[in-house]
């Protein structure tokens, strides 16, 4: 009485195993989604860092500048200074730019071939899940009509 039940309800006896399919499911995703984010955030780090290290030399040389500049008694020597500075300036903040440039495009790769092995993942464990919940239905369709 209680297998009639189930059988006209849709209830599936067996459903241990779709379930445990769909658990992989979830597991393998969240499990690809930190660890894009994870290796997103070391590449942000590594960004930032590297970008610190170069506000830190551009301090430094805009120190060396306005001390040059404070003793300087030449126009013609305060503007060679003024236009070495500017183009030092200009040189750090492309090589800024280029370095970001450089590591979000390197981070856009991983990331792309992280997400393309997670879907593998997830679709190979679907498919098994799939595969399992119509075992389960066949059984309970075998069962539900002996």
Sequence with gaps: MAEDTRARSGALPD???AADAMAAIFEKSAQAWLAAHEEALAGMQAVMGDWLVRRREAIDASRRAVEQLSGCRDVAELLRIQQEWIGDSMRRTASD???INDRVADAARRTTGQFEE???TVTEASRKANEAM???AG???RRARG
């Design 134 to 136: 119509l075992g389960a």
């Design 118 to 120: 997670a879907m593998r």
């Design 97 to 99: 730019l280029g370095a």
């Design 15 to 17: 459903g241990g195993a």
């Design 139 to 141: 059984g309970a369709g």
